[in-house]
């Protein structure tokens, strides 16, 4: 089967790259292919083109243009606010929910000597600000909250989190890779000290993001040796991926109230075409108030593995709710965090749409999808060798 019959269903992992992106970025693979730090026409021009993308990307985001640090992708942005903003060794507060890019610095840091507290989740995967008042004991350095989940879609309540941070002069670190280009974002409002996105999550290239970093924040850099980006993040910059950035979340900010109604509509046939064709069924994360472009389902009496195995064939592509490290097979320490039965954690599938994804699609897929999950129930013994032998990774 070619990619062009496949059904798409995994946009949390990564989206295509736009052709106005494409065609934005053009010119500076050739002909403007200067260094931006060269003070001749080459460099000056390159560095205009970046100047203009963090003034363009600063205003979509309600930040500064100088709050903003490119950064290779939002995994770069996260260990750096992870390990920049902590002044001395103290506690830090994360949910349970974070990306790995966050839950494994702060666990590095804990190897360092800091200890870590994380905030309850509820059933629906979101997480309980209230209880930062019984979690705020010692010395906290850094609270990190993202802002939407990117295997249940559920948004979080950044905001006032920050609220209770700032009377206490904690810094918070907000990964915001699943919301940017989605929904509306403004980093003042929020009122978080750092913010993290990603290019590739919004239709634009992969291996560029950036981290907003509010005024007045200290941060101490990753990396040395160069001064671009003010000190912050030294290396020479991508200058067609930033504005390849620029552009995707230009468009995104554009479009975004369309897009959002699109999803939204998908998301809603898709879950009541297998409401109808493969009942029960169980939305991990919550039924209507977070981002239409995340739907973790749990289809109990399915192995998730094997589901996925099985719609990889049948051209359908979208990724589990349980990953494998060490061959073992281990389910989503996010859904897991939200109490999960066994069973619903066993059998939970993400499916993440765009804006690109049509009806047709998903009204395609849909039926594809109730044909595997009632031919699985009805069990095989090849299905549970596959089971036994396979271990799909989680992006
Ligand atoms: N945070 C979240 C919530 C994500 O979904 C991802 C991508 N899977 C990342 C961080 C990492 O982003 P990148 O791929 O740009 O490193």
């Known amino acids: 089967m070619n990619t062009q019959t496949v059904i798409y269903l995994d946009n949390n992992a990564t989206t295509s790259l736009l052709p106005e992106v494409r065609a934005a970025m053009e010119p500076f693979w050739t002909e403007h292919f200067g260094n931006p730090s060269s003070a001749h026409r080459f460099g000056r021009l390159a560095r205009k083109a970046i100047e ?44 349970g929910i974070e990306h790995p890019s966050v839950r494994e610095a702060v666990a590095a840091l804990v190897q360092r000597g800091f200890s870590q507290r994380e905030f309850p989740v509820g059933s629906d995967g979101i997480v309980d600000a209230d209880a930062f008042d019984s979690l705020c004991h010692g010395e906290v350095q850094l609270a990190c909250l993202m802002l939407a989940n990117n295997e249940t879609g559920a948004l979080q309540p950044v905001q006032a989190l920050a609220t209770i941070c700032q009377e206490r002069r904690i810094p918070v670190h907000c990964d915001a890779v699943q919301a940017v280009g989605k929904i509306p974002v403004h980093f003042h409002e929020l009122g978080v000290s750092t913010l993290s996105f990603s290019g590739h999550k919004v239709h634009g290239p992969k291996g560029i993001g950036g981290l907003l970093v509010r005024r007045g924040v200290r941060l101490t850099p990753l990396f040395h040796g160069g001064h671009q980006e003010r000190g912050r993040r030294p290396g020479t910059e991508p200058v067609p991926l930033i504005v390849g950035l620029a552009k995707a979340i230009e468009l995104a900010h554009r479009d975004w109230q369309s897009r959002f109604n699109h999803v939204r509509q998908l998301r809603q046939v898709f879950l009541d075409g297998l409401r109808r064709g493969c009942a029960p069924i169980f939305v991990n994360g919550p039924e209507h108030d977070g981002l239409p472009h995340t739907l973790n389902i749990s289809f109990p009496g399915c192995r998730a593995e094997v589901l996925l195995m099985r719609l990889d064939l049948a051209g359908i592509a979208c990724s589990a709710g349980s990953a494998c490290s060490s061959g073992s097979l281990l389910p989503s320490p996010v859904l897991q965090a939200m109490q999960l039965p066994e069973e619903r954690l066993r059998s939970a599938v993400r499916f993440s749409f765009s804006h690109l994804n049509t009806l047709e699609e998903v009204e395609r897929a849909v039926a594809r999808i109730a044909d595997i999950v009632r031919e699985l129930r009805q069990g095989s013994d090849e299905d549970l060798l596959l089971a036994e032998t396979s271990f799909p990774s989680r992006a």
Do not use: C, K, M, W
């Open 52 to 95: 203009d993308a963090r003034e363009q990307i600063a205003h979509y985001l309600g930040a500064f243009p100088d709050e903003l640090i490119f950064t290779s992708g939002a995994t770069e942005a996260n260990n750096l606010a992870v390990f920049g903003l902590p002044r001395s060794r103290g506690v830090i507060l994360a949910s």
